[in-house]
């Protein structure tokens, strides 16, 4: 069974920045695409973030510029850049992992950004 670790979440003041990891367990196969969603209190999960296992990058409007996802497939882990960090980023960040056509979650890891 795959599981995936996240690490990086935390309280931080606006303008700040964070990284988020996520790290797959068990897995020897190749993994495809990667992303990081979001989930606000009262709100639904929103796409963060993707990136494609050549690398091919897409962001949501509110976070383009800001953050930066990238991966390293010989660890098998997704990483989330957050820079200039505001209150409205303020959710718990979930990693997702696609192998073998099954996608998979983290736990979540919660991101809060004082004003």
């Known amino acids: 069974q795959v599981q995936l670790v996240e690490s990086g979440g935390g309280l931080v003041q606006a303008g700040g920045s964070l990284r988020l990891s996520c790290t797959a367990s068990?897995?020897?196969?190749?993994?495809?695409?990667m992303g990081w969603y979001r989930q606000a209190p009262g709100k639904q999960r929103e796409l963060v973030a993707s990136?494609?296992?050549?690398?091919?990058?897409s962001y949501a409007d509110s976070v383009q510029v800001r953050f930066t996802i990238s991966r390293d497939n010989a660890k098998k882990t997704v990483y989330l850049q957050m820079n200039s960090l505001k209150p409205e980023d303020t959710a718990v960040y979930y990693c997702?992992?696609?192998?073998?056509?099954?996608?998979?979650w983290g736990q979540g890891t919660q991101v809060t950004v004082s004003s």
């Open positions: 068990r897995s020897i196969f190749a993994i495809g695409a």
């Open positions: 990136i494609s296992l050549v690398g091919i990058t």
């Open positions: 997702n992992m696609v192998i073998r056509g099954v996608q998979y």
